[in-house]
């Protein structure tokens, strides 16, 4: 808890305090200020909100977008394209420059509204005493010190320290991952204990479900549980993704290389060669040209659109375009537990009877689902009691069951509502049940005395109770449990045993039992229940259930590679049981937030790649066991659906947030949104993520294999002094028609058989790696030998036209060839998988082919660019040429797949198991 703002001492732990003591440390009293004194706090204190945080202006984050290196590079070849004349080329380069700066300020914009989200999860009005009366005050108005007044229903205004409750529950799932509302209480609790127990507070933004209660005032603003997570929002720095990182990197080394090589060429030329100065002026500019990239940001955005799109198809929406990428990359899943693995649904999982253990199943709120006896009870004796039960468990009970559009949905307490799904998969009907034995009095749940009683008459004159609650005080009201045979005397340490078997298991476990009440009997007392001779029906067994879907998607993520982590505001227990449940990788041990915070930082560090189960846990947890995790090589996707996770959210490399159950503030925070907030769509998005990086790292292959291969064919001519086999203007050619139209073809490349069954990509893999250089160096070369020889054949026997214009042509054929190539990483490409979405590069193929016979056989191209139109005879040594080149490349692909023992398997490894394709 923060400091009261203007406070300098330091704050007490207001949930240590008795009432008294807390109201006093505020200033506060009994009978509330007078608005005199409110105004003037209000004054010192301030309102009751989160601050914004400064902001920059929406032109100064459009201009940001341009500080990129790749970007400089961009335009740089776009000043040099316009001023060779080539228009455009150089719109194209600017038109994709503008495209990126306007996609990245559109999703910043989208970022900053993190903090807005949570500004708007504070309540607008609460119910205060002012000048010795209720009044209903603007939420902003509110000070420490206020009485404010809570019931079912509120959103609570501010941290308050609780005085009086009355059957008070809230629910805090949104701040501290608790999956159940908690029950509240005036009494002070321990100081150490984490802030999910922290029982006699009710904190800013949280909903009140059930019961009321009154409380002062000790934190308004920035200083409520809320604020402060809002301010470490504030503070949370957003991650540049691994491809971004990588791209800058990579763009400084190509522009220096770039630069060298093109002042090199020059200064050969002019001082070695005595060629003249303007020739090799446009020479060296024309090889820059030939070298940058310029169509691969345009392919690299239009590569992570189309993932955003089959995401979208697969319920997974990616706020901000770098997050597809850096899904492939994942290599730890922190999870959230409740609404994300689980359903945040409370289901009936067991109930444990004198005949035995009922096993129950089904899926959350929805009443569908079997009751299975014990194997050995005679099933019309089963039959009994279970009726017997569930009539207990609907009369017994303050909460509503009803069906909307969207699904079943509780009305009241979760707990309760899963006592009513059990009781419809019993057959028994609500409205029946209290229609034939009308409720007389009841006595609510009161967290002092753990159990809620109500009173019934049935139309035989007979009245009874039922009692439910705590299992250990249930147990202790009884002096007989029901049987098969009727009522016996009970047995307390066989149902304590079955209490510990209940729990072990990481259910919530609830106790109800019945009294048969003399006929006079009208209303309830504490007496009446206290007294004993209650008999035992049975102990339920409650749980939030794990979603179906989410046990397949993190069984799917294990296989990949990807260790999933859990981090929840849960009891330990509970967290331990359900981690089980989804085999994660160490269910031996669940740290607490607590455990965490004794750790020094190396202990802390050992302890977020060991641990796999962390319960009790604070927003400062979350976003330090993010940072180790990161610290330490991993590529972290953090999902959540709180305002407690938003900070984990943004700083994670993937924040993925719950699109139905989630806050605004976790959804503004994530980079990602699942629309039907399952963890299945999780592993889907993963694996187009890997998808995306596939068809990225292709096109880094095909745009700097045919970028290497022009510019060699410039480089070695002038080293050697020869002719130009293709002249400057015809670089420009190639790189126009080519440079988008068939790189974009792989942006459409479906997934590779294997792309799940990989171990996630090592956080330092560089952007070019060994392989992926060597392919690069291997078609340069291949296709430099290609346009050469071509060249000197046509040199000899005709002129220079010719010969360029059989050059140009034998360059473009190789580039067409080496798409295909491309498609596959290491498979063949001319395999059945290879034929799987062929049309793309078919397509764009067919286009080029169309445009190479306008370029060669239209007389103005020709004039314009320097070319001759060819005979069928003169295409022979062209198709040749580019054929050799596509059969050697094929056969090293074969070779590296024989080598590695990757033989039908469509993929070669690496070291640790790490794929090897580009």
Not at 482 to 507: C, F, N, T
Not at 659 to 664: A, F, H, K, L, P
Not at 886 to 897: C, T
């Amino acid at each position: 808890m923060e400091a009261v703002p203007g406070n300098e001492t330091a704050t007490p732990n207001w949930h240590a305090l008795p009432a008294e003591a807390a109201l006093a440390a505020v200033d506060g009293r009994a009978e509330g200020l007078s608005t005199a004194e409110a105004l003037a706090r209000r004054v010192r204190f301030g309102p009751n909100a989160v601050r914004p945080p400064a902001q920059r202006s929406a032109l100064l984050r459009f201009l940001a977008q341009f500080h990129n290196v790749l970007i400089y590079v961009l335009l740089a070849a776009g000043l040099v394209t316009a001023a060779l004349g080539d228009w455009i080329d150089a719109t194209v380069i600017v038109a994709v420059v503008v495209i990126n700066a306007a996609i990245g300020f559109i999703q910043e914009g989208r970022a900053e509204k993190a903090l807005q989200a949570i500004r708007g999860l504070l309540s607008e009005q609460a119910v205060v005493l002012r000048d010795g009366r209720r009044q209903v005050v603007p939420a902003a108005d509110l000070v420490p010190g206020d009485i404010v007044f809570l019931q079912s229903g509120d959103k609570v205004p501010a941290d308050l320290r609780l005085l009086q409750v009355r059957s008070l529950q809230v629910q805090e799932a949104a701040l501290t991952g608790e999956s159940v509302p908690v029950q509240k209480t005036a009494l002070p609790v321990p100081a150490e204990v984490p802030l999910g127990d922290r029982a006699s507070l009710a904190f800013s933004g949280t909903l009140v479900t059930y019961g009321q209660g009154a409380g002062v005032v000790v934190a308004t603003g920035d200083a409520t549980e809320i604020g402060r997570i809002g301010r470490l929002l504030g503070e949370t720095d957003d991650l540049t993704t691994p491809l971004l990182r990588q791209m800058a990197d990579f763009s400084h080394k190509l522009a220096f290389l770039i630069l060298a090589v093109a002042v090199l060429i020059f200064m050969v030329g002019h001082l070695g060669w005595k060629l003249p100065l303007q020739e090799m002026f446009s020479a060296a500019v024309a090889l820059a040209v030939a070298a940058i990239p310029e169509g691969l940001p345009a392919v690299m955005t239009i590569t992570l659109a189309i993932g955003v799109q089959r995401m979208a198809r697969r319920n997974a929406i990616v706020r901000r375009l770098p997050a597809v990428e850096t899904l492939g990359s994942v290599s730890v899943i922190c999870s959230d537990k409740t609404g994300t693995l689980t359903r945040n649904e409370m289901m009936v999982e067991s109930v444990a009877t004198a005949m035995g253990l009922f096993e129950v199943s089904g899926e959350g709120y929805s009443p569908e689902g079997e009751i299975v006896p014990p194997a050995e009870a005679p099933p019309a004796a089963a039959r009994r009691l279970l009726a017997d039960v569930a009539l207990g468990a609907v009369l017994c009970n303050e909460s509503g069951l009803r069906r909307t559009r969207t699904g079943w949905q509780v009305d009241g307490d979760p707990m309760e509502g899963a006592l009513l799904v059990l009781a419809h998969k019993a057959g028994i009907d609500a409205d029946a049940a209290h229609r034939f034995h009308p409720r007389d009095d009841v006595i609510p749940f009161e967290s002092e005395h753990r159990f809620m009683a109500t009173l019934h008459h049935d139309h035989t004159g007979r009245r009874f109770l039922y009692v439910k609650g705590a299992p250990e005080r249930i147990v202790a009201m009884c002096a007989r449990e029901h049987g098969p045979e009727g009522d016996v005397p009970i047995d307390p340490a066989r149902w304590q045993a079955e209490l510990s078997a209940i729990a072990r298991r990481g259910q919530r476990v609830l106790g109800l039992a019945r009294k048969e009440m003399p006929p006079t009997t009208t209303m309830l007392a504490f007496a009446d229940v206290e007294a004993g001779g209650c008999t035992l029906l049975c102990l339920f067994g409650i749980v939030d259930p794990p979603r179906r879907e989410a046990l397949a998607a993190v069984a799917a993520c294990r296989e990949a590679g990807i260790r999933v982590k859990m981090i929840t505001g849960d009891h330990p227990d509970t967290a331990l049981a359900i981690a089980r449940q989804f085999r994660l990788e160490n269910t031996d041990v669940a740290l607490t937030g607590g455990d965490l915070d004794a750790l020094d930082r190396a202990g802390f560090a050992r302890a977020a790649a060991e641990v796999d189960v962390f319960a009790r846990t604070t927003p400062e947890h979350k976003l330090r066991l993010v940072e180790a995790l990161q610290a330490q090589g991993r590529i972290v996707a953090m999902t959540g659906d709180g305002v407690n996770d938003a900070p984990a959210l943004k700083r994670a490399d993937i924040g993925v947030a719950m699109g139905r159950r989630g806050t605004e503030a976790a959804k503004e925070a994530a980079q990602m949104v699942l629309v039907d907030d399952n963890f299945a769509s999780i592993a889907h998005a993963v694996e187009e993520g890997r998808v995306v990086h596939d068809n990225l790292k292709k096109a880094l292959l095909f745009f700097l294999g045919t970028n290497a291969a022009q510019a060699l064919t410039i480089t070695v001519a002038i080293l050697f002094g020869w002719h130009l086999p293709i002249t400057a203007a015809q670089i420009l050619w190639v790189n126009l028609v080519t440079a988008i139209t068939l790189g974009l073809a792989l942006a459409f490349e479906v997934a590779e058989a294997d792309v799940m069954r990989r171990p996630p990509r090592p956080a330092g893999e560089p952007l070019v790696g060994p392989l992926l250089a060597w392919r690069i160096a291997l078609f340069g070369g291949l296709a430099l030998l290609a346009t050469l020889l071509v060249f000197e054949l046509a040199r000899r026997h005709g002129e220079l036209t010719l010969a360029r214009t059989m050059a140009v042509n034998t360059l473009v054929a190789c580039e067409i060839l080496f798409l295909f190539n491309v498609r596959r990483r290491s498979a063949a490409a001319l395999s059945a998988e290879a034929l799987k979405g062929l049309g793309p590069a078919l397509a764009s193929s067919g286009l080029i082919v169309l445009l190479q016979l306008v370029f060669t056989y239209w007389s103005p191209l020709g004039g314009l660019f320097g070319t001759v139109p060819l005979t069928a005879r003169q295409w022979l040594p062209i198709l040749l040429c580019a054929l050799a080149m596509f059969v050697v490349i094929e056969l090293e692909k074969l070779i590296l797949r024989r080598w590695s023992g990757g033989v039908g398997r469509g993929h070669v490894t690496g070291r640790h198991g790490a794929p090897a394709g580009p």
